[in-house]
């Protein structure tokens, strides 16, 4: 025993402890560099208030415009139901990537290699001819009569090819992350519920999938704010209804093409933030039972009946008191999950 | 495909421990070949494991313990030779001298009577304890949840962790995450577990828990097959000892005399070293 360890000890016996009161290391350079961005963002501050050209009345004025603010729905309802087709494909790609069917196998990975080989801005426009070769899309029987027209002849008509384009071609990076995530989760999974007598379709719902998403919502979400922003390419299908465009057209009418452009970030900027909000909610979801772990509780009944000798194969459970920064209360230290 | 030549002449079923002396067979294993690609891995084994008795299998690193237990619930394929469990022919179906593979469906079907216990644990990450164990039973065999849920209460409570039922895999330890596996077997009401090395992966102070369950579990009356190298638990649990290596049965027997008396070189030196 060092002879501070027998102070220690010491003190211990005798009472409270002295606790240490050391003098903090000094980092200058911190305060220097924390300096410097201040001054900075002071002065962008100042040039934005006092600079007439930002034109803040313009931007006030044009903030809750109609035509913006239907812009603003029209992006959003691109992001989602794109995102929503990316998504539905990309599940059905990743498990076709994995069959044993050699067939299914190879057409998703032509798929990935097609939409991710070529812009994105290429395939709408292509979405956007498809629609002068057939003007109406009829849902129905086929050859019999149809059951819904779609007419593609007003301003909306760019819609249709604008999801699908952007839908599609984002379904091919969706599809190598979701192939990431079923691939993270381990092997003894499946072999346990297949031990069980679970079935493949249940075995990838009930017990692959939800592990997957904890690596798969992430980087999900990066490209839903991405896909945010790719819908300001819609103007190639045309579809011409879409923030960006409404913007630009108005700056271009107005001759004040700055305060626009602050209009437009400032909903892409809201919009992204209220998206990386559902994102954090539904990362903390999936990634329940990994993540974040909070010490359960134990029934307290149950455990004083095991510490009291009730239950024989309990001979692991503590005392059941709170050790603080400790796992839990009777609690072994938390080892690999063995996932 | 054809049976390769026996190469086994020393591989002789175990004679029956007494007290299981006219039970039936409730596996069957005969003239087991596998081969993962040119690797022949099992060679040719015979064995049975009456109904109740606890089978304990020993043997070096590669042996090919694991792979026979795997094929025993169909997780891996046998490349010859029959497998039966309860008189049902494990992954096919004979039909006029010809075996046509079994449907997924009922693969699923044959496994539902066979409990197997992972040395690696392998509980459902993402579930606690309690949703481990009710998973089969609801969503397999359509238990209402409530009952499913009793049931695993129960199990718990057999397996000493009732008080952790709202844990998760990763907020237990290593011994409390096997004895919920154990439980999460047994909610299906097996006639038959398999323990591929079920205390290997633990420390040295939680393996008694666990084997204290599986003695219970022994006790009750459950048909065992454990591939394990606590020789401790062979001679007290065990009905029988066989000694598998390189794709072999080199010997089989009453545990004790085994233990206590080898009759193979290779066995002895086995012995020698995990004793
Ligand atoms: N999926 C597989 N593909 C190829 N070879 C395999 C596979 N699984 C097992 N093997 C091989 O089969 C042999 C037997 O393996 P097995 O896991 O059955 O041994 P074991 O007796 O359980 O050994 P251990 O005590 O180390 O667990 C080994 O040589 C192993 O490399
Ligand atoms: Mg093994």
């Known amino acids: 025993m060092t002879a501070r360890q027998a102070e220690t000890a010491e003190a211990t016996k005798s009472g409270a402890p002295e606790l240490i009161k050391a003098v903090p290391v000094r980092h200058p350079g911190r305060w220097v560099a924390a300096a410097i961005i201040l001054i900075l963002a002071a002065l962008a501050v100042q040039s934005l208030a006092t600079n007439p050209r930002f034109g803040w009345g313009t931007v006030a004025a044009y903030i809750l415009d109609v035509n913006i603010v239907r812009g603003v729905g029209w992006t959003l309802l691109l992001t989602v139901l794109s995102m929503l087709i990316a998504i539905i494909l990309a599940i059905v790609l990743a498990f076709m990537r994995q069959s044993d069917n050699p067939i299914l196998r190879w057409s998703s990975w032509f798929w990935v290699w097609f939409f991710r080989g070529t812009p994105v801005y290429t395939q709408l426009i292509f979405w956007g001819l498809v629609t002068v070769l057939y003007p109406t899309i009829s849902l129905g029987i086929p050859f019999g009569p149809a059951l819904a027209t779609y007419i593609l002849s007003d301003p909306t008509k760019g819609f249709i090819p604008a999801i699908l384009g952007l839908g599609l071609n984002e379904s091919a990076y969706l599809a190598e992350i979701f192939r990431a995530g079923l691939k993270s989760v381990d092997k003894g999974q499946v072999e346990a519920a297949e031990a069980l007598g679970m079935r493949g379709t249940k075995i990838m719902w009930r017990i692959v999938l939800p592990q997957a998403m904890r690596v798969i919502v992430p980087p999900t979400g990066n490209e839903t704010i991405g896909m945010l922003k790719t819908t300001s390419l819609v103007l190639a299908v045309p579809f011409t209804l879409d923030l960006t465009f409404v913007s630009n057209a108005l700056a271009n009418r107005t001759y004040q093409p700055i305060p626009l452009l602050i209009v437009a970030a400032a909903w892409y900027l809201l919009v992204t933030s209220i998206l990386m909000v559902g994102q954090h909610y539904i990362e903390k979801y999936y990634g329940k039972g990994v993540d974040n772990l909070v010490p359960a509780a134990v029934n307290p009944a149950a455990a004083k009946a095991a510490a009291a000798g009730g239950t024989g194969a309990g001979s692991d459970l503590g005392t059941g008191t709170t050790i603080p920064g400790g796992p839990t209360a009777a609690g072994p230290t938390i080892e690999e999950s063995g996932r | ?275």
């Not at chain 2, 065990?238 to 008396?261: H, K, W, Y």
Request: hydrophobic share 40%; glycine share 8%; with cysteine.
């Open chain 2, 1 to 275: 495909m054809s049976t390769p030549a026996q190469t086994t002449p020393n591989s002789q079923p175990a004679p029956a421990p007494a007290s299981l002396r006219g039970a039936k067979d409730l596996v069957r294993i005969e003239g087991v070949h596998k081969y993962f690609g040119e690797h022949h891995v099992l060679r040719g084994i015979d064995m049975t494991v009456k109904q109740g008795e606890v089978s304990v299998l020993i043997g070096p690193s590669g042996s090919g313990k694991s792979t026979l237990l795997r094929c025993v619930n169909h997780l891996e394929t046998i490349s010859a030779g029959r497998i039966w469990v309860n008189d049902e022919l494990i992954g096919y179906r004979e039909r006029a001298g010809k075996l046509h593979e079994l449907h997924v469906k009922e693969i699923a079907a044959q496994r539902r009577n066979i409990g197997m216990v992972f040395q690696r644990f392998n509980l459902f990450g993402h579930k606690t304890a309690l949703e481990n164990i009710i998973e089969a039973p609801i969503q397999v065999k359509g238990q209402d949840k409530a009952t499913a849920k009793k049931r695993a209460l129960e199990l718990l409570d057999r397996v000493g962790l009732s008080e952790r039922a709202n844990h998760y895999p990763a907020q237990l330890s290593g011994g409390q995450q096997q004895r919920v596996a154990i439980a999460r077997a047994l909610a299906m009401d097996p006639e038959l577990m398999l323990f591929d090395e079920p205390t290997s992966a633990l420390d040295p102070e939680l393996v008694g828990d666990v084997l204290n369950v599986m003695k219970d579990l022994a006790k009750s009356g459950m048909t065992m097959v454990v591939v394990t190298h606590e020789i401790g638990f062979a001679r007290e649990v065990g009905d029988t000892l066989t000694f598998m290596d390189g794709g072999v049965v080199v010997e089989s027997g009453n545990p004790r005399d085994v233990i206590a008396n080898p009759q193979h070189e290779r066995t002895r030196s086995f012995l020698s070293k995990v004793l």
